[in-house]
């Protein structure tokens, strides 16, 4: 199908896995996965296969005797090698019609489309994602590639300008050249696809490195866009040690922009870093940073207390609180305060700890390093408020498991209120007043999503205009961004409020070129 024919975007549909047909075929495609465990898989550079003498090794963190694959640890010779392949392919590229490099992306989003059970069980496998996260995940890849192929048509289009007599003016958008992708683990197949895809659809060229944790989802990328025939060099897949390759290509005077979505501490560092201009730099390099959050869901006391319980429950511990939009903070009046936590814990307490492979609602946490971070906060959470449920690694599973945990009765100030955690941790806090809840959210340095539960019209209108998140969510969870419906970015410390998946988005990865002919 050309790219003119493809249908309007719409977001995919997940699956529904209480559909015992549709689970046991989800189940199929992990049998199959899971007896691929153990392979090697090579780095791309320039359309060839490259490996190395170090190699890394990804684990399960559902069961961490399970080696997902064998994969390279590039060296800086290596990122050397992909940012020059990167350049060398981008003076061709950028001349590619954009029909021709959003069909790339269109076919891509087909081939994935084909292969969804499959990719979806490498997910649940490599990164600990229950059935339907790992679908709505991969459907979120597919959206990213469909979206973006059809923006980059609309930008394509002649730009309307002003008109002056004398004159033939025009105005259109360039690439702006070689880039580095850094994605991050916890959407490891929706999060690269779409920072990698936005730039090369653009006409731009990259140098992708996947998450350490995740590298299987990279590849499987890479490889998929092999298959469509992308242009050797368009897209250079490295798996390598974040900090010795990382910082080389963020330095490196060569390296036109980076796009970086994890913590604030490393977005901030790659910030400033990138602010450094080095010997044969000839640009301010672009950054574009998603950093996170420390999102608050606020509970009015005219709320519908079991939806909110249901909400927050579903934003605090679903993928175990590992989303930059989790609710990791939820704010309660205190009317209703003791009858909502009551509902809360006992709604928390349903969530039975289990094998992502086995569909559990509640799995793993990412790696042993963030294992060891959600214990340390939980240790300090003991200090700072009251354990209601959970508190330690849950015991009999051969993985990262850690209790879905909630701390009542934390003052806003707390460390448990103020830092991202990045795991099932949830912190309930008491507020006066609607005005205080407000302000309560609003106190941190964040500034990512928000939810609010409320039947009054006049709250819901006051959290529009003063809850301020780039993403907020009137009367249900504050997690579940759908590209193009809920453009998603925030504000702060959360990042530059980049907007992915929206109809600005490409505009990061262009710059306006404006050509004025003399006529008559």
């Known amino acids: 199908m050309s790219a003119a024919a493809r249908p309007a975007y719409k977001p995919e549909t997940y699956l529904n896995f209480t559909d015992p047909a549709i689970a046991a075929q989800q189940k199929a495609a992990l049998e199959k996965v899971r007896a691929q465990f153990g392979k090697e898989y090579p780095n791309v550079i320039d359309g060839k296969e490259s490996h190395t003498a170090q190699k890394a090794d990804s684990l399960n963190p559902s069961n961490v005797s399970e080696i997902i694959g064998k994969f390279q640890l590039a060296s800086k010779d290596d990122a050397e090698a992909a940012l020059q392949a990167a350049w060398k392919a981008f003076e061709t590229w950028k001349n590619v019609p954009v029909e021709t490099r959003a069909g790339y992306l269109f076919k891509a989003a087909d081939i994935i489309r084909a292969r969804r059970l499959e990719i979806n069980a490498w997910m649940i496998s490599e990164a600990g994602k229950n059935y339907l996260e790992a679908d709505a995940d991969t459907c979120e890849a597919i959206d990213f590639l469909e979206f973006y192929g059809q923006e980059a048509l609309r930008y394509a289009q002649n730009q309307p300008l002003t008109g002056i007599a004398g004159e033939e003016n025009s105005y259109f958008y360039i690439p702006l050249g070689a880039g580095f992708v850094i994605p991050p683990w916890n959407f490891p197949f929706a999060i690269l696809v779409g920072t990698a895809a936005a730039p090369i659809v653009t006409g731009n060229t990259v140098v992708l490195k996947p998450a350490i944790e995740t590298p299987m989802m990279g590849w499987l990328f890479a490889d998929i866009m092999r298959e469509v025939g992308l242009p050797h060099g368009v897209l250079n897949f490295i798996n390598a040690d974040p900090l010795e390759v990382g910082d080389y290509l963020v330095d490196h005077p060569k390296t036109r922009f980076i796009t970086f979505t994890g913590s604030m501490q490393i977005g901030l560092r790659i910030n400033e870093r990138a602010a ?140 448990l209120a103020q830092e991202e955690i990045f795991g099932p941790v949830l912190a309930v806090i008491k507020a006066k007043n609607f005005d205080h809840a407000l302000e309560i959210a609003n106190g ?45 970015g925030g504000y702060n410390m959360s990042g530059t409020c980049s907007k992915a998946g929206s109809r600005d988005y490409l505009l990061l990865f262009m710059q306006g070129k404006s050509v004025a002919k003399k006529i008559g």
């Open 444 to 488: 941190t340095k964040f500034g990512l999503t928000g939810a609010l539960y409320s039947k009054s019209e006049e709250r819901l209108e006051r959290g529009r205009k003063e809850f301020f998140v780039g993403n907020l969510y009137l009367n249900r969870k504050c997690t579940g961004a759908l590209v193009d419906v809920h453009p998603f």
């Open 276 to 415: 450094k201009t080095h010997p044969g730099q000839i640009w301010m390099k672009r950054v574009i940073a998603e950093m996170g959050g420390k999102d608050a869901t606020i509970v009015a006391d005219d709320a519908d207390i079991d939806d909110a319980v249901k909400g927050t429950v579903a934003a605090a511990f679903g993928f175990q609180g590992q989303k930059c939009s989790a609710c990791s903070r939820v704010i309660v009046d205190e009317k209703i305060y003791d009858e909502f936590v009551e509902k809360l814990v006992a709604a928390t307490k349903k969530l039975v700890l289990g094998d992502a492979k086995d569909d559990a609602i509640a799995g793993a946490v990412s790696s042993l390093k963030s294992e060891k971070k959600v214990l340390e906060y939980i240790e300090i959470g003991k200090g700072e408020g009251k354990l209601l449920t959970g508190g330690k690694k849950a015991d009999g599973l051969n993985g990262y498991y850690i209790e879905p945990t909630i701390f009542g009765d934390i003052q806003p100030t707390a460390r």
